[in-house]
């Protein structure tokens, strides 16, 4: 009970590279426990990177970080660079969040279940429906918006998509921080509709048919374009004059003939 009041303030959690749901344990997440709330994590290590396997081992993060600044004023080179070595996968996954741990993620997590997902010191409610997994949408500048509820969790770069209350994919244009006024509003409605005009030319700026073709078809149809191109600039080519005309006084264009009825004595000035 001790615990409770904390609560309002945040929670002492310390992740363990070793698994989704493991903790160091503290007071406060025995709250979980009592709860039966599961609580997830998605920072592992890649097993393929032997190394930073080695390094990281079974601590958790404050021994890791503990460890590194250990290990840097060494004077054993190996520990120096077991040092280096974790502070590289620090470094590398600060999003907290790697594609093996994702994976784990979705692997451990159950259908329909509601649990908690901690990530960079903020805890989501998550949920995962038909194999994949949702963060619960609690953004202030998503208050207004009906149709976004939940965000997907399918990578962890964070490029993701926002879902209604069924998990169905929301096409709410205005769904971004910062949306006001009513779902129904005028003014609403017509930025809206700027938002969409301004959408849709900067995808018209976009080198047109190069969606969706493979790298060999764009290769042919930028060669056809530069083709093209050198067609329409020939003929301008084809009429610029002549370097050997630049002498003549006559108002004859440079390549005109002169007419052989005249011998070509008349040419003579005495």
Known sequence: MTVLPKLATGLDVNVRFTGVSDFEYTPECSVFDLLGIPLYHGWLVDPQSPEAASAVGKLSYNQLVEKIITCKHSSDPNLVTEGLIAEQFLE?????????GLC??????????????FRNNHFSTMTKHKSHLYLLVTDQGFLQEEQVVWESLHNVDGDSCFCDSDFHLSHSLGK?????????????????????????????QQPQGTLGLSDLELAQQLQQEEYQQRQAVQPVQTRAPSPQGRGTTSGRPAGERRPRSKPESDCILL
């Open 104 to 117: 784990e993620l979705t692997a451990a997590a159950k259908e329909g279940e509601l649990s908690v997902f």
């Open 176 to 204: 971004g921080p910062g949306a006001e006024g009513g779902s129904d509003s005028p003014e609403k409605q017509l930025q809206v509709d700027q938002d969409y005009l301004i959408a849709l030319f900067l995808q018209q």
């Open 92 to 100: 590398t996954t600060a999003a907290q969040l790697t594609y093996h």
